[in-house]
């Protein structure tokens, strides 16, 4: 009776034939066989499915475990190695230990709420900014020639030169910082969509033309869907800068009653605190790959959408 089902049957799962089996074995008994071993079928199932889980969480941890690993392990060689004294260069121990006491101090969570208010309003305002720009420099043939390279060479200026001309405008203020965050961040956005529109298919304009779509339409429903991939690679960099501008603008503009990351930063260099100043220099550094790790998920979000999404090991 098997092999007939079998044959009849190709696609049968191992389940079903092994409860043919039972019931030609076992008579009454077939149903009670039956269920025990499509129960050991599902148990196996979901055994290779948590190893597999399980395997891709550490194919994600171990890369990153191996690296602190080693970076505290240089660290630490280089603080044995004598060539600065350790009020100077403090050792890992020494540094997270003051992490950890930082960690439960009140005054530690409202430097980082201060410092990531700024980034984010800055961040979004350079998002408007560069948007509008690179649209108009991107379908304005007489704007590009005008303005074009201007928008490259705002991109490649430091952004710490622009600080003297903040601090003559606005003072001492929110407004300063501000202000350099979003001249580092908006050239980058700007050279990313107009990059996007430049390399959108003309055939996806001619089939937008075609549907109606005309300048609004037509930005909304092709060309920046188009322009994703390029646009968010220079969001991405976008923030890049966004990020290192506002913590040069922190060290230099201190302003009363407001901590910061870049506060804590300036005050630890002035009372020669080594291992505070290393202390918030990881915090630093852990935002920012928090930040990266964001938009590498949305990287591959849309990848995945666009059916260009590669599995890695």
């Known amino acids: 009776m098997t092999a007939n089902i079998r044959e009849a049957d190709p696609g049968a799962t191992a389940g079903n034939s092994a409860n043919v089996a039972a019931k030609d074995a076992g008579g009454g008994n077939g149903d009670v066989h039956a269920r025990q071993i499509a129960g050991l079928d599902a148990l196996e199932l979901g055994t290779a499915v948590r190893g597999k889980l399980a395997s891709r969480i550490w194919a994600g941890l171990w890369p990153v475990a191996s690296a602190i690993v080693i970076v505290l392990a240089i660290w630490q060689g280089v603080v044995w190695a004598g060539f600065w004294p350790e009020y100077v260069f403090a050792g890992p121990v020494t540094t997270l230990g003051v992490l950890w006491e930082r960690l439960g101090e009140a005054e ?3 430097a980082i709420a201060v410092t990531m208010q700024r980034a984010i309003t800055g961040f979004a305002l350079a998002i408007a900014v560069g948007a509008v720009v690179g649209a108009l420099v991107s379908r304005i043939g007489p704007l590009r020639r005008a ?6 060479g705002l991109q490649t ?18 407004s300063a910082i501000l202000f350099v965050v979003v001249l580092g961040a908006a050239p980058s956005i ?12 003309p055939i996806l304009l001619r089939a937008g033309h075609m549907l109606g779509f005309r300048r609004l339409a037509l930005y909304r429903h092709v060309i920046m869907p188009a322009s994703l991939p390029s646009f968010l690679a220079g969001l991405k960099q976008g923030w890049a800068f966004a990020w290192r501008s506002l913590m040069a603008g922190e060290l230099l503009v201190i302003i009363a009653n407001q901590a910061s990351l870049g506060e804590q930063l300036h005050y630890a260099r002035e009372l020669a605190d080594s291992p505070g100043l290393l202390a918030t220099m990881i915090v630093i550094l ?3 790959i928090v930040v990266d790790r964001i938009f590498g998920f949305a990287d ?14």
């Open 157 to 174: 200026m430091p952004s710490i030169a622009w600080f003297p001309l903040a601090i003559l405008l606005f003072g001492l203020t929110e």
């Open 286 to 288: 852990v935002i920012g």
């Open 190 to 201: 700007a050279n990313g969509l107009i990059a996007g529109v430049d390399y959108t298919p």
């Open 300 to 313: 591959n979000a849309l990848r995945r959408r666009w059916g260009l999404h590669q599995v890695t090991n």
């Open 108 to 110: 530690f969570y409202r």
């Open 147 to 152: 303005i074009g390279s201007l928008i490259t």
